[in-house]
């Protein structure tokens, strides 16, 4: 039984590199057996939401999420689809990114290869449609940041494998946010958090930085967990799931620092991070 890709675009006021990503998919060497573009420009729902009425319009066994300033490789759906043929087991595929570097060349920005979980942007990532499905897609209350990260995580606990393929590329030609752009939605932090506590350990530990200490940033956000968001259901954290969450954290990342120091990063991204 053949199988197809419907690819999920959303987009929010940038019509100006909309275009260039259209571009790319038209000249794939395996067609989408669909595009769909949700534009958000005046709604302002947010990614979740768009996302989550675009792979519900289309009927394609396979969903490939990207977003509106992506350059998608000639072989990118061709890619996925031999990742699928070959991993019939999976429930999705996490891709590799490349970016731009200050002077135009093209340089590699993925996780680190020490991340578990924190990772699956939606940048290029690719989802079955049967699991959308069962796991109720995107978590809605997200409005902008981490709706990925979480989406992936409901389907990893729900038994379902994400591989990383590190051969199906996507190329983000403008670097993808940092805690620097993200840290005024602790909204966002809270429900991953709420999402699975263990797996968000690793998260706060990749926040701990010396620009985010220096900063004051790391600081702002541990008082910002704690505090009820405006317009939020979410529970914010207790003072022990606070002091829980964090100390922790900082061992995990002491001891990132220690093994960086004496043996350098993991050498390869574990085939077993996200069973």
Wanted: proline share 6%; aromatic share 10%.
């Amino acid at each position: 039984m053949s199988i197809g890709v419907d690819v999920v675009i959303p987009t929010f006021r940038r019509p100006d590199v909309l275009p260039r990503c259209l571009d790319s998919l038209s000249k794939q060497t395996i067609a989408p057996e669909s595009i769909e573009i949700i534009d958000d420009s005046e709604t302002d729902f947010g990614p979740g939401i768009s996302r989550n009425i675009g792979w519900k319009r289309g009927s394609a066994d396979i969903v490939a999420f990207l977003d509106d300033d992506c350059v998608a490789p000639s072989n990118w759906i061709e890619t996925i689809l031999k990742l699928f043929e070959k991993n019939d087991f999976i429930g999705g595929i996490e891709g590799a990114m490349t970016t731009e570097d200050d002077i135009g060349n093209i340089v590699s920005h993925n996780p680190p290869t020490r991340f578990k979980w924190d990772r699956f942007k939606t940048a290029n990532l690719i989802i079955k449609r049967e699991i959308l499905e069962e796991v109720g897609g995107f978590d809605e209350r997200y409005h902008l940041h981490r709706e990925d990260t979480d989406l992936a995580w409901k389907v990893i606990d729900a038994g379902h494998k994400i591989i990383w393929a590190p051969e199906c590329i996507m190329h983000h030609p403008e670097p993808l946010g940092s805690m620097g752009t993200y840290a005024p939605y602790p909204k966002s932090e809270q429900l991953l958090y709420r999402r699975n506590p263990r797996k968000y350990v690793e998260s706060a530990a990749g926040l701990i930085s010396r620009t985010s200490i220096t900063s004051g940033d790391l600081w702002k956000l541990q008082r910002n967990l704690r505090k009820l968001q405006k317009n939020s259901d979410v529970k914010p954290l207790s003072r022990y799931e606070s002091w829980a969450l964090w100390s922790k954290a900082w061992l995990v990342a002491v001891f990132w620092l220690i093994r960086k120091n004496l043996f350098g990063e993991p050498k390869k991204v574990g085939k077993n991070l996200r069973l």
